[in-house]
């Protein structure tokens, strides 16, 4: 594992405060990226619940913040890698419903896109070099 999945799992285990999923992966990428975790908070407060409206699934749009911090301002192969993994869903409601239809709990759900995202951005940003490959995992 890495450091950035270690702090997302502290993160989403944390019952209050709750940090939705645009801040937990945001925040363990923070103080790499130049900012705090109250600026990385703040920035994402209004991701969670697919923006506040079932579209955009937060910890998708806090992976897009991640790479446009470290400079990534085209996020095709974010975008194609997850929808690739997700039937080409990328809203919250969508990935809700489908979570649903499945049978499955909502939380280890969003956990899991959270995760997913972390190890995914990480990956970019070590392929890209923009991490480096010799950085503590």
């Not at 992976?63 to 890698?81: C, K, Q, S, T």
Request: one cysteine or more; glycine letters at 10%; a negative charge.
């Amino acid at each position: 594992m890495s450091k950035y999945l270690d702090r997302a799992r502290e993160l989403r285990a944390i019952v209050t405060p709750h940090y939705n999923c645009g801040q937990s992966v945001v925040i363990p990428f923070a103080a790499d990226a130049g900012l705090t975790e109250a600026q990385a908070l703040g920035i994402c407060a209004n991701f969670g619940g697919g923006l506040k409206r079932g579209s955009a699934c937060g910890a998708i749009t806090g992976g897009l913040v991640v790479l446009g911090l470290f400079g990534i301002d085209n996020p095709a192969e974010y975008y194609r890698r997850l929808r690739e993994q997700h039937e080409g869903m990328l809203d919250c409601a969508e990935l809700l419903r489908k979570n649903k239809e499945l049978g499955r709990e909502k939380k280890p759900h969003c956990d899991a896109l959270v995760y997913e995202c972390v190890e995914l951005v990480e990956e970019l940003l070590r392929e890209s070099g923009k991490l480096s490959r010799e950085d503590p995992a």
